[in-house]
């Protein structure tokens, strides 16, 4: 049951009320999580960067505009701090190579060898994408965004998007059947 | 079709975003076409192992450290809310201008109280106008003066508040707004001039004002408000402004980033 809209919710935050911003948390942590995840393949930089989101949405909290959706404007802090990482980053790796050590939640013990095959073969995939084609395709496969969502967040049109997203499965299709 | 539009629609095939018609043409393609049929399969194969994925979930830490978070941030601000933003001096000159700002702000009512009248009476034109007009000049002449005035900078952030009551472009209030933006001592007090004046960024003379501020700022947020408030006006006028404040030695790193993602947005 949601009582206030996540914009009702961020427009409090704004006003000095900080404790909205739990709320806030609940609803999309782990989609972001899951987000820097498959971005960093690192579990441990990936909490710090979800922490940072939350972070800059109180620092800056003076600069949401409740004329745009919450989730737009918490989609580009999450993309500049990822990009602030990753220019960190980048000087001291040439790329991430702890895909393997990707841990995924498996509990289901009958779960098929081919079934981890597949998905290492897939994060093995993903991996060797630039990084704009991984964070298109993170956005709209695995986060779960439409098109024209994606457009305000990456500010360009939903047929843009739509290109981009086409490019970047075929992209991970021909990597992910080299591997596999 | 040629073969490379068939490709192009196998995704929405699998989406489930064609209409029946093209279904039908599309599936006869894949029957007949041995490299349509294997794109086909290997598309939708990836597509079902990204769709098999399930969310990680994040270790309990994660929300613990968010909350000890707030909690610091939440004290910071109650500290901030307690301290006076202004010196004792100050409260003390502040005890002493305040009947004077009562006796203004009253004389401020009557005059435009009487004003009113006298567009009520001399006027032929709908008496409706006529209070609105009334009372736009109140609360022009009151935010006039509360920014003009030596009043705390909660008061000066109501000033500029009521300025949102203004629904018509006022040269005057404008000009004080621009002031405010880029002279008051509080950065609560500038932030809100600034959103004050994106109400009107439709005027050409707030544009450039607002541009122009780029260059004065020197407070992170002050310069991410007017930064964010470049791109949603798409102003890409400001793009060397901009690049001065990425140049600028003193402009700390995060405001750097968001002035090159603006930068790119813009150009």
Same mark, same amino acid.
């Given at each position: 049951?949601?009582?206030?809209?996540?914009?009702?919710?961020?427009?409090?935050?704004?006003?000095?009320?900080?404790?909205?911003?739990?709320?806030?948390?609940?609803?999309?942590?782990?989609?972001?999580?899951?987000?820097?995840?498959?971005?960093?393949?690192?579990?441990?930089?990936? /909490?710090?960067?979800?922490?940072?989101?939350?972070?800059?949405?109180?620092?800056?909290?003076?600069?949401?505009?409740?004329?745009?959706?919450? /989730?737009?404007?918490?989609?580009?802090?999450?993309?500049?701090?990822?990009?602030?990482?990753?220019?960190?980053?980048?000087?001291?790796?040439?790329?991430?190579?702890?895909?393997?050590?990707?841990?995924?939640?498996?509990?289901?013990?009958?779960?098929?060898?081919?079934?981890?095959?597949?998905?290492?073969?897939?994060?093995?995939?993903?991996?060797?994408?630039?990084?704009?084609?991984?964070?298109?395709?993170?956005?709209?496969?695995?986060?779960?965004?439409?098109?024209?969502?994606?457009?305000?967040?990456?500010?360009?049109?939903?047929?843009?998007?739509?290109?981009?997203?086409?490019?970047?499965?075929?992209?991970?299709?021909?990597?992910?059947?080299?591997?596999? | 079709?040629?073969?490379?539009?068939?490709?192009?629609?196998?995704?929405?095939?699998?989406?489930?975003?064609?209409?029946?018609?093209?279904?039908?043409?599309?599936?006869?393609?894949?029957?007949?076409?041995?490299?349509?049929?294997?794109?086909?399969?290997?598309?939708?194969? !990836?597509?079902?192992?990204?769709?098999?994925?399930?969310?990680?979930?994040?270790?309990?830490?994660?929300?613990?450290?968010?909350?000890?978070?707030?909690?610091?941030?939440?004290?910071?601000?109650?500290?901030?809310?307690?301290?006076?933003?202004?010196?004792?001096?100050?409260?003390?000159?502040?005890?002493?201008?305040?009947?004077?700002?009562?006796?203004?702000?009253?004389?401020?009512?009557?005059?435009?109280?009487?004003?009113?009248?006298?567009?009520?009476?001399?006027?032929?034109?709908?008496?409706?106008?006529?209070?609105?007009?009334?009372?736009?000049?109140?609360?022009?002449?009151?935010?006039?003066?509360?920014?003009?005035?030596?009043?705390?900078?909660?008061?000066?952030?109501?000033?500029?508040?009521?300025?949102?009551?203004?629904?018509?472009?006022?040269?005057? !209030?404008?000009?004080?707004?621009?002031?405010?933006?880029?002279?008051?001592?509080?950065?609560?007090?500038?932030?809100?001039?600034?959103?004050?004046?994106?109400?009107?960024?439709?005027?050409?003379?707030?544009?450039?004002?607002?541009?122009?501020?780029?260059?004065?700022?020197?407070?992170?947020?002050?310069? !991410?408000?007017?930064?964010?408030?470049?791109?949603?006006?798409?102003?890409?006028?400001?793009?060397?402004?901009?690049?001065?404040?990425?140049?600028?030695?003193?402009?700390?790193?995060?405001?750097?980033?968001?002035?090159?993602?603006?930068? !790119?947005?813009?150009?």
């Amino acid at each position: 049951m949601e009582i206030y809209s996540d914009e009702q919710l961020m427009v409090k935050v704004k006003n000095g009320k900080l404790e909205m911003l739990t709320p806030l948390f609940d609803r999309y942590h782990k989609r972001l999580y899951n987000f820097f995840l498959k971005l960093t393949f690192s579990q441990d930089v990936s /909490k710090d960067l979800v922490q940072n989101v939350f972070y800059r949405i109180i620092k800056y909290r003076k600069t949401y505009n409740a004329e745009y959706k919450f /989730k737009t404007w918490m989609y580009q802090l999450a993309r500049n701090i990822f990009s602030d990482h990753y220019r960190g980053q980048k000087a001291k790796f040439s790329d991430y190579s702890d895909v393997a050590n990707i841990q995924v939640e498996d509990t289901d013990a009958v779960e098929s060898i081919v079934k981890r095959e597949k998905e290492k073969a897939l994060h093995e995939a993903l991996s060797r994408l630039p990084q704009e084609k991984r964070e298109v395709l993170i956005l709209s496969r695995f986060q779960g965004l439409k098109y024209d969502e994606i457009g305000k967040i990456l500010n360009c049109s939903e047929g843009a998007v739509k290109v981009k997203v086409h490019r970047a499965i075929k992209h991970l299709k021909d990597a992910y059947f080299e591997i596999y | 079709m040629k073969d490379r539009d068939i490709k192009e629609l196998l995704i929405d095939l699998i989406d489930g975003n064609l209409t029946d018609e093209e279904k039908v043409v599309l599936k006869e393609r894949i029957a007949s076409d041995k490299n349509i049929q294997r794109e086909y399969e290997e598309l939708k194969e !990836i597509l079902g192992t990204i769709d098999e994925q399930v969310e990680a979930e994040p270790e309990e830490s994660l929300r613990l450290d968010f909350l000890d978070m707030l909690e610091s941030e939440l004290d910071e601000l109650e500290k901030a809310l307690e301290e006076p933003n202004d010196s004792k001096v100050k409260v003390i000159g502040l005890r002493l201008t305040t009947p004077l700002q009562i006796a203004a702000a009253v004389a401020l009512l009557i005059i435009g109280g009487l004003a009113g009248i006298w567009f009520m009476k001399s006027n032929t034109e709908d008496a409706e106008l006529a209070i609105i007009r009334k009372e736009m000049e109140v609360t022009k002449q009151l935010v006039m003066a509360s920014l003009k005035n030596q009043s705390s900078a909660s008061q000066r952030i109501e000033a500029v508040n009521a300025s949102y009551e203004l629904s018509q472009f006022d040269d005057e !209030i404008t000009d004080a707004l621009i002031n405010t933006m880029n002279h008051d001592e509080n950065t609560n007090v500038r932030i809100a001039a600034i959103e004050a004046l994106s109400k009107f960024s439709n005027e050409e003379k707030v544009r450039k004002a607002l541009i122009a501020s780029l260059g004065v700022q020197k407070n992170p947020l002050v310069q !991410i408000t007017l930064i964010n408030l470049m791109v949603q006006m798409k102003e890409d006028r400001a793009v060397k402004e901009l690049e001065n404040l990425v140049k600028d030695s003193e402009t700390i790193q995060t405001v750097k980033d968001e002035a090159q993602m603006g930068i !790119i947005k813009l150009s």
